[in-house]
């Protein structure tokens, strides 16, 4: 038998290797003789450098960067054996670098995001794998392009503030100063999100409230952006603010793709292609994938049905395993995966089934007692 596993990660107890080798774990108990493929999964959030570097045998490295209050941290990122870059935007610019009362997206910035890519610049990166879910800010991604040397000035030509109050300063764009290598790099951005720079679907009225925004600041913010769309055009006159995908990160999908020419694309789609994910289901006798929680948003599209899709054209038997089941996640049943199983064991507290050593175990204990089931019939 041979078994692909794909999971992806269950955020805060297992990376996407780690619930791997516990699927893999339990497996070997019932079938010694299997072969398993480990196969690193993410979809452009958290867990998409290490996933992408255990996987493909790249290395990590740190940058000292600005977080997004301005202070300065350590953030990692990593490097793929054949030199491309891959980035987190929220290990520079990400919600959980703050507390709660520390959130205001007036006032966080890009501009760590940006000093992660001049890093990877200077040690000869050209190609970049980016994923920009998780993000603090609403800057229309200008801090991130400030850090790469573009001028985002104010009446005076200064460098305008940090955040969106940033925007509101912003009077005039220049490339002048911006690191000349750039023109030789190639980004592609793994997100799944499609709202536009601006509107009711906008990342003001959507994702700015969980960032700290109140109602009055959503109306300024996004007047700032409207603006700041216009002023773009000036630099690169395609620039749209109805473009799918503008407004993730706050905005700045548009300020990757309008300014540094970037490609976006579905998270999952671009790691099921940088990992060759696809090349080890059509040899595989049955598929196993699965996520923290499984529920309709999963069937919408998330990892585990990206994954089964793929199975599925190839005619493989797709089998997930998940930290809970939520409301929805029989839908799954409907896009590609056969059967899903709940690893929760016995009653604990939400501390005690997301400890690392816990959650392994209730893995490869759950993956056990499937495949003896599938061994009983196999016979």
């Given amino acids: 038998m041979k078994a692909v596993i794909a999971i992806d990660s269950f955020k805060g107890s297992l990376s ?7 699927a ?4 070997f108990r019932v079938f010694p003789d299997a072969e398993t493929v480990i196969m690193p999964v993410a979809d452009g959030g958290e867990g998409t450098v290490e996933a992408l570097v255990t996987g493909l045998n790249g290395q990590f490295r740190e940058a000292k960067v600005t977080d997004p209050l301005g202070r300065k ?17 929220a290990a520079a610019s990400g919600l959980t670098l703050l507390s709660e009362i520390e959130r205001d997206p007036m006032l966080t910035t890009t501009y760590g995001t940006g000093e992660l890519i001049l890093d990877a610049i200077h040690h000869g990166c050209r190609s970049f794998i980016i994923g920009i879910g998780g993000s603090a800010t609403n800057d229309g991604g200008i801090g991130c392009l400030q850090a790469l040397g573009f001028g985002m000035l104010n009446e005076n030509g200064h460098q305008v503030s940090y955040g969106a109050k940033g925007l509101s300063e912003l009077a005039e764009i220049t490339d002048n100063n911006v690191v ?3 023109k030789e790099c190639h980004f592609h951005v793994a997100c799944d999100v499609t709202n536009p ?10 994702f700015a409230p969980q960032k700290g925004a109140d109602t009055e600041t959503v109306r300024l913010m996004d007047s700032y952006l409207r603006r700041y769309a216009e002023l773009t ?6 620039a749209s603010p109805d473009t799918a995908g503008a407004g993730a990160a706050g905005g700045l999908g548009f300020a990757l793709m309008f300014y540094l020419g970037a490609k976006i694309e579905s998270g999952i789609q671009l790691i099921m292609r940088e990992t060759r994910l696809e090349e080890a289901i059509k040899s595989a006798d049955i598929v ?5 929680c499984l529920d309709s948003q999963t069937a919408m599209g998330k990892a585990p049905v990206g994954i089964a899709k793929i199975a599925k054209k190839y005619g493989k038997p797709v089998i997930a395993f998940c930290g809970a089941v939520r409301e929805g996640a029989e839908l799954c049943n409907k896009n590609g995966i056969d059967s899903y199983f709940p690893i929760l064991r016995r009653v604990s507290t939400l501390e005690q089934a997301m400890d690392k050593t816990n959650a392994y175990k209730n893995l490869s204990d759950t993956a056990e007692q499937v495949f003896r089931t599938i061994r009983l019939f196999s016979k």
């Fill in 16 to 22: 996407s290797t780690d619930a791997g080798k516990a």
């Fill in 24 to 27: 893999a774990e339990g497996i």
């Fill in 73 to 89: 941290i350590i953030a990692r990122y990593g490097i793929l054996p054949d030199n491309t870059a891959v980035i987190e935007m």
């Fill in 180 to 182: 000349p290598e750039l």
């Fill in 197 to 206: 720079l601006c509107g009711e679907n906008g990342c003001s009225a959507v």
């Fill in 233 to 238: 055009k000036t630099y690169s006159p395609a």
């Fill in 288 to 292: 196993i994938t699965g996520e923290g």
